[in-house]
Each structure stands twice: as structure tokens, then as C-alpha cells.
């Protein structure tokens, strides 16, 4: 006979899998009397597990859903199939990208090791389309989310742009999800400092087990900020362009950010920058709207450039079609 901790994680276990289950077949499986059942229905219930009871012969006790959510059980394979489907959703941008990663940290924190090995082997055995997006290492966004959660300092190598190293020491504050990169928003200890890490780029994140008490962000839309410090501040080139299209239509079609200001109600000025003025021109291009340059040299000559690399291919398209 089991001990009573383990018979009512065993109930709860039967409960969970979505039909009715009489007293007499609970007390079978469990090998106690159906007084006994009646008994650890109750204490499931106090402790605030919804199980509802259903009489007659086609009856019996189901658990239902609740006001709050209450634990839940999962034997080996639902805990690893769980684990790969929150990692999945938190590499697609779906809206829950930052809840199912901390999700997927509290679940590996309690996971046996030969579930995490089955994790990671079946990580290890999906491949991603060349080109797609980049891999995630899933163990560096688990330990940052984990750190963020607890209120813990983290250390971490971090590789600049440039290909330089150094060490870091935060204290952890948001994660953002923008296209398929992550960044953590965080306070750098040693130079008392908001900063924005890409998250592929950090190596080792290593809680420190040192506690800190959340700081106020510097802006409460921390995706707004986290955006602007990670592009603008990058910018090589920069421009401002008059578009021949309502503000609001260019704002949805956008995906970075940009400053756009009204015209009118079919113009708008939209101030914006990138590394190469050859791809931003390209990159406009194909909002399919007729684009004026304001200011920004380098974007006019790449708009120059571009045109001619089209006439070029409108003219040899051409002449092969009519040689």
C-alpha cells in the first residue's frame, strides 16, 4: 500500500487524464478501500485541486478546471514532449515567446537528468532551414530567463560586434524577442549602466546566487527601448525620406524602427538609418510607394545606383527577347 503522499500524488496522476474514474476503480488501482478514496478526494480538494464528483453508475470523480491553476503531473514523456514544444514556441514569434521561455526554465530546473539528456538530444536532432532563422541555445535563454525570474545577479562572457570579449556582471532585468534574435535588458554592475545584450552572443551565463531588488526600468515600453538602443544606436547611415502613403500604412509595413511623421493624410516623412545605403535603398524600394529623398546623401546615390542596376536588366531582358 502506498504511504499517503504518494497515494494522493498517484490519485492526482488518474485524476488528470480526463475522464470519469469510479471510487471502486480508484481504490483497485491504488489499493486502498473506496472510504480511503473518499478521503484523499477530500484532502486534494483542501488543497485546492477542483474534483468534481459525479453519482450514478455512469458517474465517478473527474478533476475539473479551476479559478487558479493548480500543479500539474507529468510522467517522462509529456515532461519532455512539454519541454521541446515550449522551446519550439519560444523561436517562433507568436506573442508568448518570453512566458513560454520561462516556463521552459522552470520546467528543466525540475527535470530528472535523463529527461534534460532526451531534451537536448531531440534539440539536437531537429535541423532548422539554412537560411531561416539562427539556432537558439535554448540553455543560455533558459539560465537568463531563470536569473531574471529569481532576482539574481548573473555573470556571462559576451563577444562585441567586433569579435572583442569581456565578462560581464548584471543584474537582469527583461528579455526581448525581435525577429529571430533574443535581447536581455540589464544593469551592468561595473559600469553602473543600463545596457542590451544579444543573448547568442553571450557565453556561460552563471548565476551568481547574489539577490537584487528589481530596478525601475528606464522606460516603462521596454520593447520600444530595447529596439531603439539596439538599431539606432548602430546606424552608420542615416536619412530622412517623403513617402507618397498615409503614415499609418508605412508604420504596419515597417519593422523597424523609425521616426514617421504626418504630411498629410496621404504623405508622411520618415526618418530612418542602416549599415549599408545600398540595402536600406533596396529595403525601401520594396514598400511599393513613391519615395522622395530629404536628407541623406548616401541614400540617393544608392537609389541612383539601384536604378541603374535595373535598367541594366530591364535592357538585357530586352535585347535577349527580341535577338
Same mark, same amino acid.
Given at each position: ?66 479559478? !487558479?491553476? %493548480? +500543479? =500539474?503531473? $507529468?510522467?517522462?514523456?509529456? #515532461? *519532455? &514532449?512539454? /519541454? ?47 537560411? !531561416?532563422? %539562427? +539556432? =537558439?541555445? $535554448?540553455?543560455?535563454?533558459? #539560465? *537568463? &530567463?531563470? /536569473? ?176
Amino acid at each position: 500500500m502506498l504511504e499517503t503522499s504518494a497515494r494522493l500524488l498517484e490519485l492526482l496522476s488518474l485524476l488528470q487524464l480526463g475522464r470519469d474514474r469510479t471510487s471502486s476503480e480508484l481504490a483497485d488501482r491504488l489499493g486502498v478501500s473506496t472510504r480511503t478514496v473518499r478521503a484523499d478526494i477530500g484532502k486534494l480538494r483542501s488543497l485546492g485541486y477542483p474534483v468534481d464528483a459525479r453519482p450514478g453508475v455512469a458517474g465517478g470523480y473527474r478533476l475539473a478546471a479551476g479559478a !487558479a491553476m %493548480p +500543479p =500539474l503531473l $507529468l510522467d517522462d514523456d509529456e #515532461a *519532455v &514532449a512539454v /519541454a521541446v514544444g515550449l522551446g519550439a514556441v519560444a523561436t517562433h514569434r507568436l506573442g508568448v515567446e518570453e512566458t513560454s521561455l520561462t516556463a521552459l526554465a522552470k520546467l528543466e530546473q525540475v527535470l530528472p537528468a535523463r529527461l534534460r539528456r532526451r531534451v537536448e538530444a531531440v534539440r539536437e536532432a531537429t535541423s532548422v532551414v539554412p537560411g !531561416a532563422r %539562427p +539556432p =537558439l541555445d $535554448l540553455s543560455v535563454l533558459g #539560465a *537568463v &530567463a531563470a /536569473a531574471i525570474r529569481g532576482h539574481e545577479r548573473l555573470r556571462f562572457g559576451y563577444t562585441k560586434p567586433g569579435g572583442s570579449e569581456s565578462t560581464r556582471h548584471t543584474e537582469p532585468q527583461r528579455l526581448v524577442s525581435w525577429g529571430p534574435l533574443w535581447y536581455l535588458l540589464a544593469w551592468d554592475l561595473e559600469r553602473a549602466d543600463w545596457r542590451v545584450f544579444r543573448v547568442d552572443r553571450m557565453v556561460a551565463p552563471t548565476p551568481t546566487g547574489a539577490r537584487f531588488r528589481p530596478r525601475v526600468l528606464p522606460r516603462d515600453d521596454v520593447v520600444d527601448y530595447v529596439v531603439k538602443r539596439v538599431s539606432k544606436g548602430t546606424w552608420r547611415y542615416r536619412a530622412r525620406v517623403l513617402v507618397a502613403a498615409p503614415a499609418a500604412e508605412i508604420a504596419a509595413k515597417i519593422r523597424i524602427p523609425v521616426d514617421i511623421e504626418v504630411v498629410n493624410e496621404s504623405t508622411c516623412r520618415v526618418e530612418l538609418g542602416s549599415d549599408d545605403p545600398d540595402r536600406l535603398a533596396l529595403w525601401l524600394a520594396q514598400l511599393d510607394v513613391d519615395i522622395e529623398v530629404i536628407e541623406g546623401d548616401e541614400l540617393a546615390v544608392a537609389f541612383d545606383r539601384l536604378a541603374t542596376r535595373f535598367r541594366r536588366a530591364a535592357g538585357d531582358a530586352f535585347i535577349d527577347g527580341n535577338g
